[in-house]
């Protein structure tokens, strides 16, 4: 089992690269096998979750071939099979499998998704898009078998607002008889994203971003090669980290518009932020005043920085009520700052901090990819040693983290520990 072991107490300084959106990239991968032929994904993560992603493609029969930021997926002599267990329990974008198996082969049989618990995760919106669609669904042993003689455009209306469900429908969609319209649509960067390399693959779909998507139907998809958008989880996560050791760091390879509403909530709480064109500089402060978040979806505050606000807000003068809109009980991390010395309370969907509580290293545990973030950030702000285990859902999301908090000056470092039986 893998540690991280963070010495506290130094202020980040520095720049530091974003790489390519580990959101999109896990949507992306499967939207390269629509065409029955080769897609090149450039600005890919260096993640465990794109990894993964790629061996199960292979698993399916597909060619690819990763090389550093590149992977190459030709998918030609790829095959119908199910994949019922295995490798997709382990991601929860796994689900995207089945929008663009059913619209490749017009079936799909794929284990219910495992990632990151945070509460109840349903996915009937997407199931919903499907049969709209035309699909056939029925749940056998924990698997979803999808099938459809022939999908047919129709106009879709998402009872909630959901990332996951736009693009599998899109997915789906591209290959239906006539137009699908997607109302109440998701409008994250990632969806135009996906939107961007399915247009430059064949596919007609015009107003991903906004919440009515339209998709025409095409018949065969070919070749493209397309450049992810840059993580503003990543970056976020970053600046965040930056406030809170009272460092300056610059942020480069971002969309800082991605970045508005966590700019405008950390100049709230008086840090100071530069933007550039492609890159935003954050200036810790002295103090900070406590604010209130929620979460909501794009372009409101994304759940994804909630926890690693809430590491921060520890710091801050007053009290901060944090509110998670989109995933009410997504405050696993709250013990472990506990035992970090926060005062933090869980009140329903809320978590109520009382700021100025100086943080220091014990032993924590990330239970989830981003509050594993917020972990390492509360570590860098602690005094002391913080040792981190759940290493592995740190490594799903973050490119290469020991390494560019290193470059910024942190104390940090990886342990292998054999347990002893
Ligand atoms: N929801 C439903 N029914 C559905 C789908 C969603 O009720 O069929 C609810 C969810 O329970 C949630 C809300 O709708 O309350 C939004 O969920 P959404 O479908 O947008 O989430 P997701 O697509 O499963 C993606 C990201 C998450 C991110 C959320 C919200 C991927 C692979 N995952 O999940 O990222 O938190 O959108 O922005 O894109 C992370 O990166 O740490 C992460 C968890």
């Given at each position: 089992m893998e540690k991280l072991f963070i010495k506290g107490g130094q202020k980040l300084q520095g720049r530091i690269q974003i790489n390519g959106a580990k959101n999109s990239a896990v949507a992306l991968i499967p939207a390269a096998i629509?065409?029955?032929?080769?897609?090149?994904?450039?600005?890919?993560?260096?993640?465990?979750?794109?990894?993964?992603?790629?061996?199960?493609?292979?698993?399916?029969?597909?060619?690819?071939?990763?090389?550093?930021?590149?992977?190459?997926?030709?998918?030609?002599?790829?095959?119908?099979?199910?994949?019922?267990?295995?490798?997709?329990?382990?991601?929860?974008?796994?689900?995207?499998?089945?929008?663009?198996?059913?619209g490749r082969f017009g079936k799909a049989i794929i284990g219910m998704p495992g990632g990151c618990n945070l509460g109840p995760r349903p996915i009937d919106q997407h199931i919903k898009g499907f049969e709209a669609l035309g699909a056939v669904l029925t749940h056998e042993q924990g698997a979803l078998h999808i099938q459809a003689d022939k999908l047919v455009g129709t106009k879709i209306y998402l009872d909630v607002v959901s990332v996951g469900a736009t693009i599998n429908i899109m997915l789906a969609a591209c290959r239906a008889q006539g137009t699908t319209v997607i109302e109440n649509a998701a409008k994250e960067p990632e969806i135009i994203d996906v939107a961007t390399l399915l247009n430059a693959m064949g596919a007609s779909?015009?107003?991903?971003?906004?919440?009515?998507?339209?998709?025409?139907?095409?018949?065969?998809?070919?070749?493209?090669?397309?450049s992810i958008i840059p993580d503003r989880i990543e970056a976020g996560t970053y600046m965040i980290a930056a406030a809170a050791t009272g460092g300056d760091v610059t942020i480069d390879n971002i969309i800082p518009r991605h970045l508005e509403s966590l700019t405008a909530k950390l100049r709230e709480m008086n840090v100071e932020i530069e933007e550039e064109d492609d890159a935003l500089r954050v200036k810790g402060q002295n103090g900070y005043r406590a604010i209130d978040i929620k979460t909501l979806p794009y372009p409101g505050f994304p759940t994804d920085l909630q926890q690693p606000m809430t590491a921060l807000l520890t710091a801050?003068?007053?009290?901060?009520?944090?509110?998670?809109?989109?995933?009410?009980?997504r405050f696993k991390h709250v013990d472990h700052l506990i035992n970090m010395g926060a005062k933090v309370k869980v009140e329903g969907r809320s978590a109520v901090i009382e700021g100025r509580t100086p943080?220091?290293?014990?032993?924590?545990?990330?239970?989830?990819?981003?509050?594993?973030?917020?972990?390492?950030?509360?570590?860098?702000?602690?005094?002391?040693?913080?040792?981190?285990?759940?290493?592995?859902?740190?490594?799903?999301?973050?490119?290469?983290?020991?390494?560019?908090?290193?470059?910024?000056?942190?104390?940090?470092?990886?342990e292998r520990k054999i347990e002893s039986a």
């Open positions: 629509l065409a029955a032929s080769e897609v090149i994904l450039d600005n890919l993560p260096d993640i465990s979750d794109v990894r993964v992603y790629g061996e199960i493609l292979e698993e399916l029969g597909a060619k690819v071939a990763l090389d550093g930021e590149t992977m190459r997926i030709d998918s030609t002599e790829m095959r119908l099979r199910p994949m019922p267990n295995g490798k997709v329990k382990q991601l929860r974008a796994s689900y995207y499998l089945m929008g663009a198996m059913l779909i015009k107003g991903a971003g906004t919440d009515v998507i339209r998709i025409k139907g095409v018949d065969s998809f070919h070749s493209c090669r397309h801050a003068e007053g009290t901060s009520i944090v509110t998670d809109n989109i995933y009410h009980a943080l220091y290293g014990v032993r924590v545990t990330a239970t989830d990819l981003r509050a594993g973030a917020a972990l390492v950030i509360a570590g860098l702000m602690g005094d002391g040693v913080t040792e981190i285990s759940g290493v592995s859902h740190i490594d799903r999301g973050y490119s290469r983290l020991e390494e560019k908090l290193i470059s910024l000056g942190a104390q940090m470092w990886r």
